[in-house]
């Protein structure tokens, strides 16, 4: 059997928290980045996303936001821009769901943008009016049947 001669396991990996829960300071786009939407996670730290200026592009999770940053579909990311590939992008943040509500009020990402909180907003309305359906039958409808 091999000595263990690391520093500890999965637990002791699992505990590492990178405090990402403070506050972070807002990061806008600059030239040969923009801002995009997951559409589908595909395995093997790549995503197709949406991004802002239309184009569906093969987004690439760089190795630091790798196992340490989740991303899943609906997210709001900023990538960078490849020069010799438009089809490809790398994913270079992740940016949390108040932090998406401040760029769409600023102004940075379009107002047809649904946010994740939007997405799920909108079902709980449609759960509302799904009530309207319920028919009642009065007891001489159901002895016609």
């Known amino acids: 059997m091999p000595k263990n001669k690391g520093k500890g396991g999965k637990n002791r990996k699992r505990g590492k928290n990178e405090a990402d829960d403070e506050k972070r300071e807002l990061v806008f786009k600059e030239d040969g980045q923009e801002y995009a939407q997951v559409m589908r996670m595909l395995g093997n730290g790549r995503c197709e996303a949406t991004c802002i200026d239309g184009v569906k592009r093969l987004c690439h999770i760089r190795g630091k936001m790798h196992k340490k940053v989740w991303i899943a579909a609906g ?58 359906d319920y028919i009642e039958f009065e007891d001489e409808d159901i002895d016609k049947i």
């Open 75 to 132: 997210d709001i990311i900023l990538v960078g821009l490849r020069d010799y590939q438009d089809d490809k992008a790398d994913v270079i943040l992740k940016y949390m769901p108040d932090e998406a509500r401040l760029l769409k009020a600023y102004g940075e990402l379009p107002e047809n943008t649904r946010l994740n909180e939007g997405i799920a907003g909108g079902l709980d309305e449609e759960d509302d009016g799904a009530g309207d």
